[in-house]
């Protein structure tokens, strides 16, 4: 089969559903299955095949990517710290995205023995009644700030992540200050994606385009600060919002703690998701599927998947997107455009920008 990429095409980020099991039923969750199906997450040598592939990947690239135990909630899964372990002694660097509620002391040791890169914990709200609301439990807000507080103790990097909603839009400088407070090292701002449980909130909680304008805008501005590493997922308009300040398009922006060489959407560009099931995905914002690691190997999926090279091409983007001049650094949240449309290269629908070129074509 004939590679649909250049070798130049890496990959950076992988994350892993390693479980579909979770003990809270968060209102945005990406999750597309119940938890009735965890008899099928993949189990300890399925698992460490992935750690292997995944090992073999970074070995043919100039650095290796970092993956991220992710879930549902990794720390339901029994074999975590082995895997986590197996990934670091292969050279992978290992992260874990955690709702943070299961962190004690204990777990908080074995996390820092584990040498993770960093923790991300998520809160929804930078208040008990905002986050519990979202995570549909409550006291979930008070047991993750225990969690981070075990964390902290044991000098283990942590970010937290929020997912902008209707409900907490209001609370982001607070969200910012509250992660200062508590010694985070980032700040990582979701911008809502309706997909899995999420789709019940499309039509109550999502942000209108001009509304998302407008907090990212905000966003710069806490940026701007330089206190902390800010980054938004899932709100790739933000990067051309970043060169708009900076007055080019094509300039490298080193704003605030954003960093340099940013680009908007990476799915399949720099990202890959893998499902419980195993099950490839270009994000796990995104349910078309590319492959399973059960079956095909993941460098033959990251290489050889027509769905993935189609993404990488910016030239294909459709509507607006198609004609922006920020396309190759923004490209439009392909998950939004597929929820919307069903067409993974259709314009952002959330986003309020109108290229001048779009004007010019509507004349």
Known sequence: MTKTTGPKQMLRLLFWESTIKCNLSCAHCRRIESEETSNKDL??????????????????????????????????????????????KTGIIPALATNGTLINSSIAEKISDSDVMRVSVSLDGATAEIHDGLRRQKGSFEKALEGIGHLRDKKVPFQINITLTKQNAHQIEDIYNLAMSLGAVAVHIFMLVPVGCGRSLADTDMLSPEQYEQKMLEIYKLDSRGEIQMKVTCGPHYERIVRQKNTSPDMETKHGNHGGNSKGCLAGLGVLFVGHQGHVFPCGYLPVKCGNILEVKLSDIWFENKDLARMR????????????????????????????????MAEEPFCAYVPPEAVRCRR
Do not use: W
Request: net charge positive; hydrophobic share 30%.
């Open 43 to 88: 189990t300890t040598t399925q698992a460490m095949n992935l750690i292997e592939q995944l090992a073999e990947m970074g070995k043919q690239q100039s650095f290796m990517p970092i993956l991220v135990f992710s879930g549902g909630e990794p720390l339901c899964r029994d074999d975590l710290f082995e895997l986590i372990k197996r990934a670091k």
């Open 313 to 344: 091409d910016g030239n294909q983007l459709e509507g607006k997107c198609g004609v922006c001049g920020y396309r190759h650094i923004c490209g439009g949240c392909r998950g939004r455009a597929y929820s919307a449309t069903g067409n993974y």
